[in-house]
């Protein structure tokens, strides 16, 4: 997976870069930003259960559709979101003691960065 840097040059889609084509030039905060919201939202911890998932999810979108310079999620952006959710969810379904902000968040997260890699070429 590669994209063009400013100079012109090939260089390699990674968990940091992989929105820079939506505005997001260090995704970083995109991680920190969704656990916020999920905080704010009074999710302190990690739950199995799909309820979880789904604001997991949601507070993601929430904090890319903050941070991105287009409006709306672009399809190949909410199919990396549904395809990481997946297997976050089928790793972590035997964790429940999993650590929300250091296991679950980052192991989503970069699902959703490779799937983004690979879906938006």
């Not at 379904?93 to 799937?115: I, N």
């Amino acid at each position: 997976m590669t994209e063009q840097d400013e100079s012109g040059q090939k260089s390699a889609c990674s968990s940091t870069n992989s929105f820079k084509d939506h505005g997001i030039a260090d995704a970083t905060s995109l991680v920190t930003d969704t656990y916020y919201r999920l905080r704010a939202a009074e999710q302190t911890g990690f739950s199995t259960d799909e309820a979880f998932f789904d604001r997991l999810e949601s507070a993601f979108i929430w904090a890319y559709l903050s941070s991105a310079d287009e409006a709306g999620i672009p399809d190949h952006v909410q199919f990396a979101i549904e395809d990481a959710r997946e297997l976050t969810r089928d790793e972590f379904t035997e964790m429940p003691d999993a650590d929300l902000r250091t296991d679950v968040l980052p192991a989503f997260y970069r699902r959703l960065a490779g799937f983004h890699c690979v879906y938006r070429d």
